[in-house]
């Protein structure tokens, strides 16, 4: 069983920075490939960024994120991070995090068991 607690959200504006993160519960982090995935208002729940377990060496990132975002995680510290750079309007949306017990990492939110509540990011113009 885990438990995943999102933070780090807020308004900032177009072209500024925040960096989320995810802290979990249980002992067997390391284990579980960790993802943030976001929605925004009418729109579905769509991928951001995945993270491997164990040590994390895999790393994937759908279109709009790569060379803006990076997902890391500290399993010392039970928490999956998302720094996020050049943030624009249309990165508006809740952004959750999820994990799943999976050495294959997938990209659809159907694969994960367990998620937080999400955190708000607004950007303005």
């Known amino acids: 069983q885990v438990q995943l607690v999102e933070s780090g959200g807020g308004l900032v504006q177009a072209g500024g920075s925040l960096r989320l993160s995810c802290a979990a519960s249980g002992r067997t982090f390391s284990n579980y490939a960790m993802v943030w995935f976001r929605q925004a208002p009418v729109n579905e729940r769509e991928f951001v960024s995945a993270?491997?377990?164990?040590?994390?060496?895999?790393?994937y990132y759908a279109d709009y994120a790569k060379d803006r975002f990076t997902i890391s995680r500290d399993n010392a510290r039970n928490t999956v991070y998302l720094q996020m750079n050049s943030l624009k309007p249309e990165d508006t949306a809740v952004y959750y995090c999820?994990?799943?017990?999976?050495?294959?990492?997938?990209?659809?939110?159907?694969?994960?068991?367990?998620w937080g509540q999400g955190t708000q990011v607004t950007v303005s113009e």
């Open positions: 993270i491997s377990g164990w040590s994390g060496s895999s790393l």
């Open positions: 999820a994990a799943a017990l999976s050495i294959v990492v997938h990209t659809t939110p159907v694969n994960y068991g367990y």
